[in-house]
Structures are given as structure tokens and as C-alpha cells.
């Protein structure tokens, strides 16, 4: 027993019957104190456990309800300062370059906190203590106006309600009959007003019990133990392999901690990995639940804009219960909900997303309707019916959180509370609740964005409010709970060592972190906080400057009533920054009691405690397989590769792992290299005579791994817009956007009969230009105006460049066609050649190519004669004008000159192509034409090596880096330096006879 259970025990075997009142310093402390009175073998009746502030609400809550005043939460209080701070300071003032920062609110809140809780009033700010006397006159408004505004929405604060309490004491009539004790522990620590509360209410009946003097943590010494370990992880780690190692019940233990923020998530995540049921003091955030997650998914998409990709994530990471919105409670499914939102390319922006995923939706019906008048069989109509339905789900939710989520006012600013009631709602209808703590957090969710939803008054701007909502989130924490039996309790030092519990270690004993910084409170200094005190004696302020003597002496004092086995230990490595860390001087101050080496240092200390806990577990202190694992590679020391050999051979994808390294690292051009066996050749279109586009064949010639990732596996990068605030299209929207102007264009005045003139036609080509991007515009959200205008003055100068050269050009040809497609089914045209049939290109040797395709630009020249032209939207510095076919990357002229020579005949015309080439409007094209000379012999052979790679199954990695700058393929390909190196040693080998690599190498070393 400590001492103030040994006091409390003997004062309640003294007084039996009579009403006793142990005032603690929270409700669950004390709790845990007459818990262990009972275990320890000490019974006791009429004996209540209160604090300071749950007494002063039993005398006057019926008050408060009767006045219809409300307490006041934190996030509360922080949404009345921030309000306050906009309605005193202006940029002038002292504080006025502070007004709008989140810290200087969070400082201001503790600050009034202390004022209040001394009972110091606005005029009670003196200008003596301050040197500048704007400070005090400041502060005056801001505690004056913070007042007022809690009057006026029936708030009442702590301070408040002490407050009232005092006030209804001074009447006698409304005084508690005098037959309670009231028992303090003597280092309770109260503030003014607390004390005097309490004096004023017990009277002379109050019995302090007496504690366990912080210096009579000696008497522990021979039960301390001290280690270190590498990194906090690893310490607590450390912490649940001695309780598994030493047998220990966990609920015969305790772990404390100095530092909230590192240590409690950690417990918290490697108690859930080990499955170690906790019971934490202080609760766990609320951010680590479903419900919490949901909540800060939703306040991430309102606050990028509406951007689809946050709400797509949320989908994703199964927080959400779309069934909700069904009606049958069935959902779409989180991976095809959110694929439906990347589908629907919302992009961002409120107003799109219903509109786009109505145009999906009736993409995809039309879809199911071509199927059904073909004769789909019955697997497809039950997949267009899930996409459907999947599509239908989406949107009823996004209907549904749309409805509920208010908007910003003309000036940008939307009141808090409005907000706030969106948020709850959401979480209230669409939050998915999966776990004891997702139902704790779903309602201390609730209950938070509903408080602040009773300040109907505070109007942000839009994204202050949503950070004023994250901030609430994020520092709020639930499910704080008392020791229980059959778990490990956790809690902060300064509130633990009250369980009684057998064992405890205490964690984060390391130099920056105990007894932590004394930071001063930066709104109200320490030393005019002094000058105020003795104005306000004999009520004071707290000074923080002195936190760290306190939390020392806290630490001591929970050291001297710890009873049985207590560990004590610190990270002596910081592993994100890779830096070391020391012990706290008290660590050696215990290290010398315990060890009784009154001179030992800080060498003495480290050498002493041994080698620091670490990742790989020591003497068989193993909490799971990895641990286990570790230990026994550890041991098997330069066994390791006959370890790794059992490793592999328990865990199969880790062998197949290691047997694709194995092969990449050979000498040897293998699967895992990119190559395809026994394909039968059905991957190269002279075999299978699948249509190939001239994309696809380049692709081939860039790279044939990423060819085989995109053609043959199929495999793409989600259709994700990531939002650059400076560019509205990408390179392909911008190029279609402006292939889609010029095409219109030259129908309009080729129908006329007319050829381009800059003088008479750029009006009519402004227009057009002007409806396509607006058009464009409501199809891709524009995430900024800037990148809008920009790139729409991108298109009209290209619009200038292209009319003013065609003016030139025209005068030796004549336009013809536009955009014609040949083996493009899905593709309607009125071009007098276009084909929904592929054109056959003879290969050679018997062999042919079955190509589709569009050809930008057809111009007539003379009676038979034409030209092919391709707009590129680009720079023309990745055109090699020196190469032919720059090895089969530039192909394009080539194939479709030959196409249209076969589309003409077709549509029986005479015609042969004399020119072929590439023509540059874009901004960084300047108008320049490229043309490249016809050689159908190089072009066969080009095609043929391609084709021949396809045939073999061979599909290396691209040789040249520069094709790999823009590859969407990165991720999964180990990079262009490393996959490079090993592709040439490869093919370094001498006399492959593997003819696939050889025709790589014929491809490689060809000049066209
Ligand atoms: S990164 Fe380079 S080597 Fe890898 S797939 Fe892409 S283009 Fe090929």
C-alpha cells in the first residue's frame, strides 16, 4: 500500500459511518485509489469519490438547466477565441499579426483559462506588469469580449461554474448540511478558485491525507530496473516482451509514459498488432477509429475543392458504409465505388460530381443496351447490371453528403455550426462502425461537431472553419477508461501509479522529453504573470516556465508510491532523424541509487544497462513470427543463407521473391526479365492479325516491358487527376482539345470552298476556338483561373500559328480531308475515306500488318498527288529529323502515308502520297513542319524486328533512359538506371542464340 491508501484506509476505519468525500484529481483516480483500498484488504462504506468540479456542477447544475446554460467544451472555446480575436484585433495591434493563427488561438484558450481560474476579471489586467501597455489594454478586450460572447450563447465555462458555485455557497441558506468530510491528498493541486471553493464549502471539515514523499522514492531502489532501446518503438516492444518473457499478467501491470503524442499511439498500435487488451487513462484519439478517419476523409474533400480523389481514398480505405444509402443496406463494394468515382472523372469542384457520374451512368446503360441488341451473354448483362448498380450507389451517397455539406456564402465564409451539423450528419449516417472504439468515437464524434454546432453566430472563412473542425478532431481522444481486469493499463505519469498494480514501467525517460521543456505561456510571460500575482494576491496565476521542477517532482512522487517492480527506460536513438539520444539526468540519479555508485556518469550508466533493446529480440523475448525469425538468423550467425533457405521455404512469396532476383542478377535474359515462353506467337499481329495502332508499335520500340505491362497484361494507372494548381489540361487533353478546333475549322471553310486566310478567317477560328474550350471547360475542371487563362491563351496563339502557316501552305495544296479513321469501329465519321475497316500493310516476305488509326490531315497536290500530315500539339525536340524511323519510335508518317495510298483506293481514287510529315502549331512548336522521306523497305524492316520480339515473347526494358522520363510504369519497374545496367550486361553475353534477344540487338544497333 502507498501511503495515501494507507492514510485513506486508517482515516476510513476511523470514521466508519460518517460521509466521507475523497477529492481527487479526477474522477478515475480516484476510483482507482478506493479500488485499492478494497484490495488491499480495507473496506469502507459512505465513502464518494469527487473532484473539485464535479462538486461545484452538483450545486448548481439544477441552476444551469434552469437558466438553459450549457458547459462549454474545448473546441467550443477555441471557436469563441478565434471569434474573438477577429472582432478585437486589428493588424496594428499587438497581437494583430496574430489574430488568425490556429497557435496564438490555442495559447490565448489557456491563457483565459488561467485568468479565469484565478478569478481575474478585464479590469483586474493591470497595465503595471506590462511593458507595452497595448498588451494589457488587449488582453482586457479579449477576456471582456470572450465573456460577453459566452454569455451570449448560454455558455458557461469551469471557471464559470466555480464561480456560481462560490456565490450560492455565500448565501447560508444554500448551504450543504455540515456532516460531509472532505479528504484531500496532499499534493492535489488546485487552483484559486478551486481552493477556495473548497474551504468554502467543507468549512473546517476538511482532513488532508497525507502522500508518499517525493524523496522516499529510495525506498524503491532495490525494485528499479533500467534499460534503453533503439527508437521508442522498439522500447515499447521491449516493455511487452519482458511482461510475455516474465510470465507477467497483464493486468497485474502498468505502463506510464511522459509524452502523450509519441508514446500513446505506439501502445496503442503494438497492442492491437500483439493483441494485448488495454484499458488507457487518457483515452485513444479519436482519429485512429473508422468514424474518425471518415471524418477527416470528408473535411480533406471539402477543404481540396471537392476533390474526388480524397473522397475516392475514403471509399477505399473501407471507413465509409455506402449500404447506407441503398436502402437494402447492400453496398457497391468499396474497391468498385471508388474505381466509379475515378471513372466518372470528377476531378473536383461540387457541382461536377453529380453531373459526371449521371454521364457515366447513361455511358454505361448505353453500353448494356449495344450489348443486349448483340446478344450479350449472361455474364456480361450481370456485369453491366453491377456497374450500374455500382454507379447508382455512388451517386445516391454523393447526393446524399452533398445535401448534407453546406456552401460557402458569396464572400467565401460559411458559419461554423453549419458546418459542423454536415459533419456530424456524415458521420452519424455514413461512418462505418466495425469495433468497440468505432462505436466510442462515432458518438464523441457526434457530440463534438454538435457543440460546435450550437455557435450559429461564428462565420469563418471555408477553410478555417474545416481546420477549425480538423483541429477538434484531431485533439480528441475517447474510451478513457480505469484499470479493468484481464488488461494491461496505460497512463500518463503524471495521472498513474494509482492502480496498485505489481509492476510498472515507466517509458520516455530521455533528456527531451522528461521533465520536458519550460516553455513559457508566449500570450502572458512569466514574469508579468508574477507582477500580477502580487496585484491579485493571495489568488495566483500558475507560472508554466516552472513545469519542468513540477513534472520532476511529479515524477518523484509517482516514483515513491509505486509499489513491486518498477522498469524505468529511455530511446537512446532517434531512428527517424538518425541521431542520438540521452537518458534524463534522473535516470543516472536512479542508475546510482540502484547500483549504489553514487559517482557512476553517464559512461558508467550506459555500460551498465547493456546493449540497448533493438528490433531483434534478445533471450528468447519473442512476441511474434518476425521476432522469431530475427533471433534465429541472429543465432545462426554465418548460417545465414541455410536460415534464409528455411525462411523461403516456409513462406512461398518470399521465395518467389528471391528466385526473381536470383534470375534478374543472372546472366541470363529470363521470365523475369520481361520475357514471355511459349507464347506460340500469338502476341505478334501477323500471327493473331489483331489491328495495332501506331501508338502501340512505338510503344514496342520504346520500351517492350512496358508494351507487355500495358498491351498484354493490360495493366493501367488508375485514371486519377492529379490536381497541379498551375495546369488545367494535361498534354493528351490539350492535344485533342486543339486537333478537335482545327478539324472543325477546316470543315467549315473547305465546305465553302475556301482555303485558310489569316486576314478573313480568325474570327471564325476564335470562335470555334472559343466554344471548344468552354465546351472543354465543363468537362475538366479548371483547378485554378490562372492555369484556365493561361492555357487558353496557350490554345488561341497555337489557333495564330496554325492559321497563319496554313495560309502559306495552302497556297501549293489544297486541304482535303480531316481526321480520317480507318479501323476504328466505335468511331462514326462523315470523312469520304474514312473505314471501319483495318488497313492491310504488306510486310514482306509474304507477312502483313493489320492497322487502325486516324490520320490527322489530308492535302491534295496537284491530280494524284497528297500529303499526310500529323498536328503535334508538343515541342518538336524529341523528333530525330536525322533518323528514318528513329528504330520504329517515329513510325507513324510512315504507316499512315502507306494507309492512305490503301483508303484512297478504297474509295476508288487514284492517289499516291509524295509527302509525309509533322506539323507543330503548339506553344512550344512555333510552327515548325517536319517532313521525313518514304523508305518502305526500312520501314519492313523496322517492323519486322518489332514484331519479331512480340513473336518470341521478349520484352526487355528500354535501353535509352530519355524513354523513360515520362513512363507510368516507374512503380513497378525497378527504375531505368538499374533495369539498364543489368539489360546491357545481358546482352553482353556472347552468342545468346535466343533469337528474340537478337532481334533487340538488330533493333538496337539500326540506323533508320
Ligand atoms: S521505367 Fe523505363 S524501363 Fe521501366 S517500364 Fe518504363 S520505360 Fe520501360
Not at 29 to 49: C, D, K
Not at 563 to 573: H, L, P, Q
Not at 764 to 774: G, M, S
Not at 823 to 845: F, K, R, T, Y
Amino acid at each position: 500500500m502507498n501511503r495515501l491508501v494507507e492514510d485513506l484506509a486508517a482515516f476510513c476505519n476511523t470514521h466508519r459511518l460518517e460521509e466521507k468525500v475523497f477529492v481527487s484529481p479526477s474522477l478515475a483516480l480516484g476510483h482507482q485509489v478506493t479500488e485499492a483500498l478494497v484490495r488491499s484488504g480495507h473496506p469502507w462504506v459512505n465513502l464518494h469519490v469527487e473532484t473539485v468540479h464535479t462538486l461545484a456542477r452538483k450545486t448548481i447544475d439544477t441552476d444551469l438547466a434552469r437558466a438553459g446554460l450549457r458547459i462549454l467544451s474545448r473546441a467550443q472555446a477555441l471557436a469563441l477565441i478565434e471569434q474573438t480575436c477577429s472582432r478585437t484585433l486589428s493588424p496594428e495591434d499587438y497581437f494583430g499579426r496574430l489574430k488568425d493563427q490556429p497557435g496564438f488561438h490555442r495559447a490565448l484558450k489557456a491563457t483565459i483559462e488561467d485568468l479565469r481560474g484565478a478569478a481575474v476579471t478585464p479590469g483586474g489586467i493591470r497595465p503595471e506588469p506590462f511593458e507595452d501597455g497595448r498588451k494589457a489594454r488587449e488582453l482586457r478586450l479579449i477576456l471582456d469580449c470572450y465573456e460577453k460572447a459566452l454569455a451570449h450563447n448560454h455558455l458557461v465555462d469551469e471557471a464559470d461554474v466555480l464561480q456560481r458555485a462560490l456565490e450560492k455557497f455565500t448565501n447560508k441558506e444554500n448551504r450543504a448540511p455540515a456532516d460531509a468530510l472532505y479528504l484531500l491528498p496532499e499534493n492535489l493541486d488546485l487552483s484559486s478558485l478551486e481552493r477556495e471553493f473548497l474551504e468554502r464549502i467543507a468549512e473546517d471539515r476538511i482532513y488532508v491525507l497525507a502522500t508518499d514523499d517525493p524523496v522516499a522514492w529510495k525506498a524503491n531502489s532495490s525494485t528499479i530496473n533500467i534499460f534503453h532501446a533503439v527508437g521508442e518503438e522498439n522500447e515499447v516492444r521491449e516493455v511487452f516482451r519482458r511482461l510475455l518473457h516474465e510470465g507477467i499478467e497483464v493486468d497485474k501491470a502498468e505502463i506510464l509514459y511522459t509524452d502523450t503524442a509519441t508514446y500513446l499511439p505506439l501502445i496503442y498500435e503494438l497492442s492491437s498488432q500483439y493483441d494485448m487488451p488495454c484499458t488507457y487513462a487518457e483515452g485513444i484519439p479519436i482519429i485512429f477509429s473508422r468514424p474518425g478517419q471518415a471524418a477527416l476523409g470528408y473535411l480533406e474533400w471539402l477543404d481540396n475543392d471537392y476533390d474526388a480523389g480524397a473522397l475516392t481514398r475514403t471509399i477505399e480505405a473501407e471507413v465509409l458504409d455506402l449500404g447506407k444509402v441503398t436502402g437494402d443496406g447492400e453496398s457497391a463494394g468499396a474497391v468498385r465505388a471508388a474505381r466509379v468515382l475515378r471513372d466518372a472523372g470528377v476531378g473536383w469542384g461540387r457541382e461536377r460530381h453529380l453531373s459526371c457520374l449521371d454521364a457515366l451512368l447513361l455511358l454505361y446503360k448505353k453500353g448494356q443496351r449495344r450489348k443486349e441488341e448483340r446478344g450479350a451473354t449472361p455474364s456480361q448483362g450481370k456485369f453491366h447490371q453491377r456497374q450500374i448498380r455500382a454507379v447508382t450507389v455512388v451517386r445516391s451517397f454523393v447526393e446524399a453528403v452533398l445535401k448534407m455539406t453546406p456552401e460557402a456564402d458569396a464572400d467565401g465564409k460559411i458559419a461554423l455550426g453549419a458546418l459542423a451539423c454536415g459533419g456530424a450528419g456524415f458521420v452519424r449516417t455514413f461512418a462505418r462502425v466495425a469495433s468497440e472504439l468505432d462505436g466510442m468515437a462515432s458518438m464523441a464524434l457526434q457530440k463534438i461537431l454538435e457543440e460546435l454546432s450550437f455557435l450559429p453566430d461564428i462565420r469563418l472563412r471555408y477553410g478555417d472553419a474545416i481546420k477549425r473542425l480538423q483541429e477538434a478532431l484531431g485533439s480528441a481522444y475517447t474510451g478513457a477508461r480505469t484499470p479493468e481486469p484481464g488488461h494491461l493499463h496505460v497512463s500518463d505519469y503524471r495521472l498513474g501509479g494509482y492502480s496498485g498494480r505489481e509492476v510498472t514501467f515507466i517509458v520516455g525517460l530521455d533528456d527531451s522529453r522528461c521533465p520536458g521543456g519550460g516553455l513559457q505561456d508566449p500570450v502572458l510571460l512569466d514574469f508579468e504573470r508574477r507582477d500580477l500575482n502580487s496585484l491579485i494576491s493571495p489568488r495566483r496565476l500558475p507560472l508554466p516556465g516552472e513545469r519542468p521542477q513540477e513534472n520532476r517532482l511529479a515524477f518523484w512522487a509517482c516514483l515513491a508510491q509505486l509499489r513491486g517492480r518498477i522498469t524505468v527506460s529511455y530511446s537512446c536513438r532517434n531512428l527517424l532523424e538518425d541521431r542520438e539520444q540521452f537518458p534524463a539526468p534522473l535516470v543516472l540519479k536512479l542508475y546510482r541509487s540502484v547500483r549504489e555508485e553514487p559517482e557512476a556518469d553517464y559512461r558508467a550508466l550506459r555500460v551498465g544497462i547493456g546493449r540497448p533493446a533493438g528490433f531483434i529480440p534478445a533471450d528468447s523475448m519473442v512476441l511474434d513470427e518476425t521476432g522469431w525469425w530475427l533471433e534465429r538468423l541472429r543465432e545462426s550467425g554465418s548460417r545465414e543463407d541455410a536460415i534464409a533457405a528455411v525462411v523461403r521455404q516456409i513462406y512461398p512469396w518470399l521465395r518467389y521473391g528471391w528466385q526473381a532476383e536470383q534470375e534478374r542478377s543472372s546472366d541470363r535474359f529470363t521470365v523475369f526479365d520481361g520475357q514471355v515462353r511459349d507464347s506460340g506467337g500469338e502476341l505478334d499481329p501477323r500471327i493473331s492479325r489483331d489491328p495495332m495502332s501506331c501508338t502501340q508499335i512505338e510503344a514496342i520500340a520504346r520500351c517492350p516491358f512496358a508494351y507487355f505491362l500495358r498491351y498484354v497484361l493490360g495493366i493501367e494507372p488508375p485514371n486519377d487527376y492529379a490536381r497541379d494548381p498551375t495546369l488545367w489540361l494535361n498534354a493528351l487533353e490539350f492535344g485533342s482539345l486543339i486537333h478537335e478546333i482545327f478539324r472543325l475549322f477546316m470543315v467549315e471553310i473547305t465546305a465553302r470552298q475556301e482555303k485558310p486566310n489569316f486576314a478573313h478567317h480568325w474570327a471564325n477560328l476564335k470562335r470555334i476556338a472559343e466554344e471548344q474550350i468552354n465546351r472543354w471547360h465543363t468537362r475538366v475542371p479548371s483547378p485554378s483561373i490562372a492555369a484556365f487563362t493561361t492555357q487558353r491563351s496557350q490554345i488561341l496563339r497555337a489557333c495564330r500559328t496554325f492559321l497563319k502557316d496554313e495560309e502559306i501552305h495552302c497556297q501549293q495544296v489544297t486541304p482535303r480531308y480531316f481526321e480520317v479513321p480507318f479501323g476504328l469501329s466505335s468511331m462514326a465519321s462523315d470523312s469520304p475515306i474514312g473505314s471501319s475497316q483495318p488497313v492491310s500493310i504488306d510486310l514482306g516476305e509474304g507477312e502483313e500488318l493489320l492497322l487502325r488509326g486516324r490520320i490527322d490531315r489530308v492535302d491534295q497536290r496537284g491530280r494524284d498527288e497528297y500529303e499526310v500530315w500529323d498536328y503535334k500539339s508538343g515541342s518538336a525536340h524529341s523528333l530525330r529529323e536525322d533518323k528514318l524511323l528513329n528504330r520504329g519510335r517515329q513510325i507513324q508518317h510512315a504507316l499512315y502515308a502507306r494507309a492512305l495510298e490503301i483508303l484512297l483506293a478504297r474509295a476508288h481514287q487514284e492517289g499516291r502520297v509524295v509527302t509525309s510529315g509533322y506539323f507543330f502549331p503548339g506553344p512550344r512548336g512555333e510552327g515548325q513542319r517536319v517532313v521525313k522521306k518514304q523508305d518502305r523497305s526500312a520501314l519492313n524492316r523496322v517492323l519486322r524486328t518489332l514484331f519479331h520480339l512480340l513473336r518470341e515473347g521478349v520484352f526487355p526494358y528500354a535501353l535509352d533512359s530519355d524513354d523513360c522520363r515520362f513512363c507510368d510504369y516507374q512503380c513497378v519497374c525497378e527504375g531505368p538506371r538499374k533495369t539498364n545496367e543489368r539489360i546491357l550486361m545481358k546482352f553482353d553475353r556472347e552468342g545468346t542464340g535466343e533469337t528474340g534477344i537478337d532481334a533487340f540487338k538488330r533493333l538496337m544497333n539500326c540506323d533508320d
